[in-house]
């Protein structure tokens, strides 16, 4: 039965980590090709809903099958330096989402007085965002190095895939980001619904 239960939870994080990777890269390929536009913008907010609703499904498919693995007991989980190392990682990418979500998102849309400085931040959330994914799918993966690397030589991998994001991500769009952080795009106002007139013509009369 507890077999059973891990390969049904293993399944749906596996679809459930599917489904959000491959709208985060479809995203961020948009964003690339066509730019930091108001209506990509918005898909863009789009698609931080189903990132959010994917890590959630995660997490919990996550909890479960920890739990079925390990009881959830601290004293087995710290003898497992890889799942404590997913830990760290799901962790920043939830403090990380957390960012780009009520700060990133809302810079995208206003003029800041300091461009450089805004497109560096968003530069290392995105490379923190993409490095987590990144390497959280490794993590899931790499059972053969469960008994040959320490927890801090884990993290020390992932911190090289950030600063590496980071470097690309600064040389892909950085100035891009600094433009739009000078100049957003207009978002298109909406024109309020009312009555429609009709013009008048002597033969209404």
Same mark, same amino acid.
């Given at each position: 039965? $507890? @077999?059973? =239960?891990?390969l049904?939870?293993?399944?749906a994080? /596996?679809? &459930?980590?599917?489904?959000?990777?491959?709208? #985060? !890269?479809?995203q961020?390929?948009?964003?690339?090709?066509?730019?930091?536009?108001?209506?990509?913008?918005? !898909? /863009?907010?789009?698609? &931080?809903?189903?990132?959010?609703?994917?890590?959630?499904? =995660?997490? /919990?498919?996550? #909890?479960?099958?920890?739990? +079925?693995?390990?009881?959830?007991?601290? &004293?087995?989980?710290? @003898?497992?330096?890889? %799942?404590?190392?997913?830990?760290? +990682?799901?962790?920043?990418? +939830?403090?990380?989402?957390?960012?780009?979500?009520?700060?990133?998102?809302?810079?995208?849309?206003?003029? *800041?007085?300091?461009?450089?400085?805004?497109?560096?931040?968003?530069? /290392?959330?995105?490379?923190?965002? *993409?490095? &987590?994914?990144?390497?959280? *799918?490794?993590?899931? #993966?790499?059972?053969?190095?469960?008994? $040959?690397?320490?927890?801090? @030589?884990?993290? =020390?991998?992932y911190?090289?895939?950030?600063?590496?994001?980071?470097?690309? !991500?600064? %040389?892909?769009?950085?100035?891009?980001?600094? $433009?739009?952080a *000078?100049?957003?795009?207009?978002?298109? @106002?909406?024109i309020?619904?009312?009555? #429609? =007139?009709?013009?008048?013509?002597?033969?209404?009369?």
């Open positions: 039965m $507890k @077999e059973i =239960l891990r049904a939870l293993l399944y994080h /596996l679809i &459930s980590f599917a489904i959000t990777i491959s709208a #985060i !890269a479809r961020d390929y948009r964003l690339l090709i066509k730019g930091f536009d108001a209506q990509e913008l918005s !898909a /863009l907010k789009e698609t &931080s809903k189903v990132v959010v609703l994917g890590l959630s499904i =995660l997490i /919990l498919t996550g #909890i479960g099958i920890s739990a +079925v693995d390990t009881g959830l007991q601290w &004293s087995v989980m710290l @003898e497992q330096p890889k %799942l404590l190392a997913k830990i760290c +990682v799901v962790t920043a990418l +939830v403090g990380n989402g957390v960012l780009l979500h009520t700060f990133a998102v809302p810079c995208l849309t206003r003029k *800041s007085n300091h461009p450089r400085w805004v497109a560096g931040l968003l530069c /290392l959330l995105g490379s923190i965002s *993409s490095a &987590s994914w990144l390497y959280a *799918s490794f993590l899931g #993966i790499a059972k053969p190095l469960a008994t $040959k690397l320490q927890w801090h @030589e884990f993290m =020390l991998l911190g090289v895939l950030v600063a590496l994001g980071f470097f690309v !991500a600064l %040389l892909m769009v950085g100035r891009p980001l600094m $433009k739009l *000078s100049h957003p795009p207009e978002q298109p @106002e909406l309020p619904a009312g009555p #429609i =007139l009709v013009p008048h013509s002597p033969s209404n009369a």
